[in-house]
């Protein structure tokens, strides 16, 4: 029994979510770690991305997001609308700006993703994968997509694969 | 420390989403295992289901669905509508029927199962149910779903039960 | 490779949404499991929580709930609308009333919180924590939060932190 971890990096655009299909990477991860049967965490400790497992829908948007990744930020947009001023939402407020300016040094414009906090939360931050002969249990038509809601501006992000298995 | 896997085999109905009540084989696979302690992954490698735990609603609409189940759907009708058409999302497009008819040999409808991707996503593939003193630790009153999400027709699905502990 | 769990105790307000912040008791049993490497469960096994990871929002309401909070649970009442009285949604039913009744020991009233139940299967029973040297890896700014979504009563609830790893 052992636990394997590496970590993607990633880069996303901004102006739209992006949806980094990482499959490829994982499954050599899965590989590299020699386990035959376990579990395969795919993890984001950002707060404003998920990951989901999902087919390839072959057909692409103008910004190459997948039909089906259009059309689920289509439904995010009526069921958590972009945030597209200050004062859309009760976040991010006076304490929360002065935070992101003194501590993190931020400009307050970054703290306008309140939406991508918010879809992410829907999706969750991981999903585990089982792991049976040596590869990973996606079925026929699996993809492990890692998304970053954040729509404010182009961001350097990292996924954690945790692996635990023999 | 040690990982033990099986295999349940479901068969949905089609015609509305399928809620497989898998928690007596759930239960009985932590029990072969001889798991005391750990983590027992519920889980679906089909892009169109999701594992949900809940409590068990009793009363059942004609379709069989207990009622949180049906309030559940009632609720996707109207964040990710039915598909009933194509046109009505982006998804499916001209490449995927392509893929579909070609690679899969499937008939153009059934990729009409949009709504059965998009709804899926928002309630994952798996649930990590813990594992304490040989049995799932499920509460007072709590059930293991399998949901198959797809309406488009009857379909035979796995549910994989991977557990890791000792 | 070890497995280790503790319970952590919380107590709900009720007539609101209760997000209990539990990041620090969870990486105190992070840290006391002596577990480097792994996977770190924050799990409910009660059918109206959830567990999410989220940033601190600093700012609150008149609540106590933080303004992100505050604004999922907006969002979640245009999704799923708190349940004011019996027949606004299906569940519960004669048959659950009269388990909740007879079985149970519990009263009509204490059964309205169907919002509860539906709300907490959009966000997952748990999160898969990685750690990583010695520690939860929650990025820069990442809080756990254990939600007790049922506004009906004040609750005492348990939230079971189940670690795996090496």
Same mark, same amino acid.
């Given at each position: ?6 970590i993607?990096d990633?880069?996303s655009e ?7 299909d990482?499959?490829k990477?994982v499954?050599?991860i ?5 386990v035959?049967? $376990? ?5 984001s400790?950002h707060?404003?991305c998920?990951?989901?497992?999902q ?8 910004? $190459?997001?997948e039909y ?5 930020c289509?439904i ?7 945030c597209?001023v200050e004062?859309?939402?009760?976040h991010?407020?006076?304490?929360h ?11 307050p ?5 309140t ?5 992410s939360?829907f999706?969750?931050?991981s999903?585990s +994968?089982v792991i ?6 996606l ?7 890692? +998304?970053?809601w ?5 961001r350097?992000?990292?996924v954690?694969v945790? +692996? +635990?298995?023999?």
């Amino acid at each position: 029994m052992k636990v394997y971890r590496k970590i993607i990096d990633v880069q996303s655009e901004g102006l739209h979510p992006t949806f980094h299909d990482v499959t490829k990477q994982v499954k050599k991860i899965v590989d590299e770690s020699g386990v035959k049967d $376990g579990i395969c965490v795919v993890y984001s400790h950002h707060t404003t991305c998920s990951v989901m497992t999902q087919e390839c829908s072959h057909d692409k948007t103008y910004f $190459g997001l997948e039909y089906l990744q259009q059309d689920l930020c289509n439904i995010m947009e009526k069921l958590v609308p972009t945030c597209r001023v200050e004062g859309q939402y009760k976040h991010p407020g006076k304490e929360h700006i002065e935070f992101a300016r003194t501590v993190a040094g931020e400009d307050p414009f970054t703290s306008l993703n309140t939406d991508a906090h918010l879809r992410s939360v829907f999706f969750g931050r991981s999903e585990s +994968i089982v792991i049976m002969d040596g590869g990973l249990d996606l079925g026929e038509f699996g993809f492990v997509y890692f +998304i970053d809601w954040d729509q404010v501006r182009a961001r350097k992000r990292q996924v954690q694969v945790q +692996i +635990i298995g023999e």
